[in-house]
């Protein structure tokens, strides 16, 4: 079993819509949460950082940690086509499989 | 954000050939950065841990003979993929670990994708 487990989709959704993109992970000893946007051929880039359970929001972007259940995820609001890329959890050091995200206009 | 430079972003070379890959961070120390391999539509595989002073963990399967990585400086990370073959040919990815004011961050380069011929 991976310690992160993510569906890696693809998800399609038209543009405006709310994604809510979603991973589960085993080790309860993962301290802190990441949420990363991956383009094509790019490095991963740090969209969301969280230590703790609860919401954190920042512009368009919600990450919410659930320690009890260990679920993670990431609400991506008023999507738009350039959010379209593949979205990676972590947990600790420990990545999730990606799931890719298109946004159609 | 943090900045973590990655060099070169593309590389071609001959098979037999060793091929180096740099990864800095910019504005931050970092005692410990990571190496990733990633094929095409697939997630990130981590290679190795590679600490400041020390030598490297590497994960399981991967050759350290292989895969070369040196950790001289708190900025400079280096990969030598050594007698590259064309199945080494693949995309490869640098992290570094920022500990600052409000926990531990991972930072990424923008990736080199490595072509052996």
């Known amino acids: 079993q991976k310690e992160v487990e993510q569906d890696p989709g693809p998800l399609s959704v038209p543009e405006g819509a709310i994604v809510s993109l979603n991973c589960t992970y085993s080790n309860s000893a993962f301290q802190y949460f990441m949420w990363y946007r991956q383009y094509s051929r790019k490095g991963p880039e740090l969209l969301m950082y969280t230590y703790s359970s609860g919401n954190k929001e920042d512009g368009r972007f919600t990450a919410q940690v659930d320690k009890s259940s260990k679920y993670i995820s990431l609400f991506i609001r008023d999507s738009q086509p350039s959010d379209s890329a593949t979205y990676l959890c972590a947990g600790d050091m420990r990545f999730g499989a990606g799931t890719r995200l298109t946004v159609k206009p | 954000g943090a900045v973590v430079s990655q060099h070169p972003s593309r590389v071609i070379c001959k098979s037999g050939t060793s091929v180096k890959i740099e990864c800095r961070s910019l504005d931050f120390q970092a005692t410990t950065m990571f190496w990733y391999r990633q094929f095409p539509k697939q997630s990130l595989m981590l290679m190795a841990t590679s600490n400041e002073g020390s030598k490297a963990t590497y994960e399981q399967g991967v050759e350290k003979d292989k895969f070369l990585i040196n950790h001289a400086s708190l900025t400079l990370s280096t990969l030598t993929v050594t007698s590259a073959h064309p199945e080494d040919s693949s995309f490869y990815i640098c992290?570094?670990?920022?500990?600052?004011?409000?926990?531990?961050?991972?930072?990424f380069g923008s990736g080199t994708q490595l072509s052996v011929l």
């Open positions: 992290s570094a670990r920022d500990a600052g004011v409000g926990g531990e961050k991972l930072f």
